[in-house]
T-cell receptor
């Protein structure tokens, strides 16, 4: 069964600190992995997308890693800001034949950055 | 980046009425549009996939007569919740994909909060 699990469920950190969010998946056949940021009451916004051959990808203070062998990914946030408070969702794309893949969503990690 | 706009952002309606939600890709032509539903503190759940000019493909358990999807053009898809009931209250999100291929980016709308009273 295709699943995406994220940990921790929620996290509270102080402004300026770093944090790492985890994503484990059992999705096959694997196409790509994406990290999204979703503010409360808003749609998800893409942070990174990685294919099988990519190990790391950065987007400003966000750095995502992918280990396709162990089927794990992490999202590292550096020098956190209050605006980083949001839900971070790991989404794995499964090849489904044709042009339309199936996106498997994790339940997200709710991050709260406190001053 | 590509912009996907949903309208309205929130809506309150009476039980038994129908509500239409629009999803527009503002600066690109969307080959495929997706409709999701999200419950509080839960993950997005895919409801249906639609391609312009063809019937939507609904996920298992989603009533096609309840959630009508029309994809009239490459920039507009609509979701109509028919005969809405309180249990239909939820956060509905659309996404639009630009181009083809398995690694093509999908951009999300800002979501629509539906409350049925």
């Amino acid at each position: 069964k295709n699943q995406v699990e994220q940990s921790p469920q929620s996290l509270i950190i102080l402004e300026g600190k770093n944090c790492t969010l985890q994503c484990n998946y059992t999705v096959s056949p694997f196409s790509n992995l994406r990290w999204y940021k979703q503010d409360t009451g808003r749609g998800p916004v893409s942070l990174t997308i990685m294919t099988f051959s990519e190990n790391t990808k950065s987007n400003g203070r966000y750095t995502a890693t992918l280990d396709a062998d162990t089927k794990q990914s992490s999202l590292h946030i550096t020098a956190s800001q209050l605006s980083d408070s949001a839900s971070y969702i790991c989404v794995v794309s499964a090849l489904r034949g044709g042009a339309t893949n199936k996106l498997i969503f994790g339940t997200g990690t709710l991050l709260a950055v406190q001053p | 980046g590509a912009v996907v706009s949903q309208h309205p952002s929130w809506v309150i309606c009476k039980s038994g009425t129908s509500v239409k939600i629009e999803c527009r890709s503002l600066d690109f032509q969307a080959t495929t549009m997706f409709w999701y539903r999200q419950f509080p503190k839960k993950s997005l759940m895919l409801m249906a996939t639609s391609n312009e000019g063809s019937k939507a493909t609904y996920e298992q358990g989603v009533e096609k007569d309840k959630f009508l999807i029309n994809h009239a053009s490459l920039t507009l898809s609509t979701l109509t919740v028919t005969s809405a009931h309180p249990e239909d209250s939820s956060f509905y999100i659309c996404s639009a994909r630009r181009g083809w291929g398995p690694n093509t980016e999908a951009f999300f709308g800002q979501g629509t909060r539906l409350t049925v009273v």
